[in-house]
């Protein structure tokens, strides 16, 4: 029987614990798997509903953070190695930066067999400065040297890591799209919708869109909220918009709807009906999904945007930025509209023609799931995984 050792950054609400938690749960019982991490930072939501409703019960590794702490890091070393000589792992998988770094020189340390490493994302542009960049690139490079296989979650992230970073050969990069339980997202739609446009007083004449994820600088806020301020400047229609998520440029998004004039609300505070609402981090992302019209993304960088799959999933339309893998999740004129990096203009005209055209918006909707129910469905993903163990165990 194979043992797998599965390492992902740290267990906060996002794309690599749902597919790390799939993955454990989910591949066939000819493998042994132990899964392990960091803890979610103090401004992420936890996914341990997640992991409960799976069953799991992964370790936690309390010194392996997002910030880079040397003192820290050596610890969640040691302690992988540790779990490493115990566990005595045929493969170990690591999911994202912090832990395919730590996780892939601990492996190589104990020479384990085999080493997979899955791009989530990447840092290599919008993150850091020049230097930091350069060094990051030449570690990764490294790792992926030795590496058995590296997987990418779109064919542009394939393009980046290989032609264009040049991390590895193409030819050790394989493309393996994010698998999810997108179902719950077509379950109960009406009775869902009713529940959140209940609790945050929206009418049936008002169109709810919403913008979900962590507020980081990536993530790039700040165009939403200018172009929010321009719809609600323009259109006649009732508009209502979401912030959903938490983060450490919270603040300073606040400050700008301030700076804009854009009347706000809190609901983890004092909620009251106004144009925008901060809401915090909702576990149920089913919920807010099935009561939103429109969903957003204004990021600078991305992966595969769990937000955008959702969504789809969930019949909603898409505005978006068009970074990273969104263009691989993203079907432009058809599931959604796709907009360049800082174009606030065109970003507006995508959000107030979803807005103020009733019969493209509906047409939308209906081919958001038709789109990603397979292709993105934690079957597929189970399914790909495990041929791909299978060829590294057998080389």
């Not at 959140?196 to 790039?220: H, M, S, W």
């Not at 700040?222 to 929010?228: G, M, R, S």
Request: net charge positive; hydrophobic share 40%.
């Amino acid at each position: 029987m194979p043992k797998v050792l599965r390492i992902i950054n740290r267990f906060n609400l996002g794309g690599p614990t749902y597919n790390a938690a799939y993955l454990t749960k989910y591949l066939p019982e000819e493998y042994e798997t132990l899964l392990i991490g960091g803890d979610k930072e103090d401004t992420e939501d936890s996914s341990q509903h997640i992991l409960g409703d799976l069953g799991l019960n992964p370790i936690i590794i309390p010194e392996m953070r997002r910030a880079i702490r040397f003192g820290n890091d050596y610890a969640a070393y040691k302690k992988i190695k540790q779990i490493i000589e115990e566990f005595k792992p045929d493969i170990v998988h690591t999911h994202a930066s912090k832990a395919g770094t730590l996780g892939r020189m601990a492996a190589f340390s104990c020479k384990v067999p085999a080493v997979v490493h899955t791009f989530h994302g990447h840092v290599f542009h919008s993150y850091f400065n020049k230097t930091k960049t350069r060094i990051f690139k030449r570690i990764e490079k490294k790792l992926a040297e030795k590496s058995s296989a590296i997987v990418a979650i779109s064919n542009l992230q394939k393009q980046e890591l290989g032609s264009v970073h040049k991390i590895a050969d193409l030819d050790k990069i394989e493309v393996i799209p994010l698998g999810f339980d997108l179902n719950r997202f077509q379950d109960n739609l009406d009775k869902k919708r009713a529940v959140f446009r209940t609790e945050y007083q929206i009418e049936d004449d008002e169109i709810a869109i919403g913008i979900i994820g962590r507020l980081v600088p990536i993530k790039n806020h700040k165009l939403f909220i200018q172009a929010l301020k321009k719809v609600l400047e323009t259109t006649n229609k009732k508009v209502r918009a979401f912030i959903v998520g938490d983060g450490e440029s919270r603040d300073e998004i606040i400050a700008i709807a301030d700076e804009l004039g854009i009347e706000y609300s809190r609901s983890n505070i004092a909620f009251k009906k106004t144009p925008l609402t901060f809401t915090s981090w909702i576990k149920n992302i089913d919920v807010v999904n099935a009561g939103m019209d429109i969903i957003a993304l204004s990021s600078l960088n991305e992966g595969t945007p769990v937000s955008l799959i959702e969504a789809q999933a969930a019949n909603n339309p898409i505005v978006s930025t068009n970074v990273g893998g969104i263009e691989n999740v993203v079907i432009q004129n058809k599931t959604g509209l796709l907009s360049e990096m800082e174009d606030i203009e065109t970003y507006t005209k995508n959000l107030l023609e979803l807005i103020e055209n009733d019969s493209k918006r509906m047409a939308m909707q209906k081919e958001g799931w038709k789109h990603v129910k397979d292709q993105f469905s934690y079957n597929r993903l189970v399914s790909d995984i495990d041929k791909l163990y299978k060829k590294i165990l057998n080389k």
